[in-house]
């Protein structure tokens, strides 16, 4: 079985060539728990998600909302079932034009190779920003 870093590692190739349904698939729970930070009126993406149809739905509009330019982890720290990735990102709002830059930091819980819940820390007032 491989180690919960490289099933995380995994996900983000999923998601950086745009197969999402492999993503889902593969890496997420039926029950797993996924929140992003943000005020929902100016963020679509922002909220928390439960189970594999809501979190599609998330990327559904991250991907109508943003085109990235890089999305990547640039390490990774994992103890017990949890891992922390710590990336950055470029990219455009589609809605604006308006170019990002931003740091964050993500957390996984696994349970058997499968992530149970996710939470992304990020500088939400620089996406309102662009969204803008």
């Given at each position: 079985?491989?180690?919960n870093t490289e099933a995380a590692?995994?996900?983000y190739e999923f998601f950086q060539?745009?197969?999402i349904p492999a993503l889902l698939k593969e890496l997420i729970d039926e029950n797993c728990t996924?929140?992003?930070p943000g005020p929902k009126d100016k963020l679509p993406w922002a909220g928390t998600f439960k189970g594999k149809q809501e979190i599609g739905n998330f990327f559904a509009q991250v991907g109508e909302n943003w085109e990235f330019s890089e999305f990547e982890p640039r390490e990774m720290i994992e103890q017990g079932d949890t891992v922390v990735a710590l990336g950055r990102l470029t990219g455009r709002a589609r809605k604006t034009g308006k170019s990002?830059?931003?740091?964050w930091a993500h957390v996984f819980k696994f349970r058997q190779g499968k992530v149970?819940?996710?939470q992304e820390y990020v500088d939400t007032a620089a996406d309102v920003l662009a969204m803008s």
């Open positions: 079985m491989a180690s590692k995994k996900g060539r745009g197969d996924w929140m992003i990002i830059e931003n740091e149970v819940f996710f």
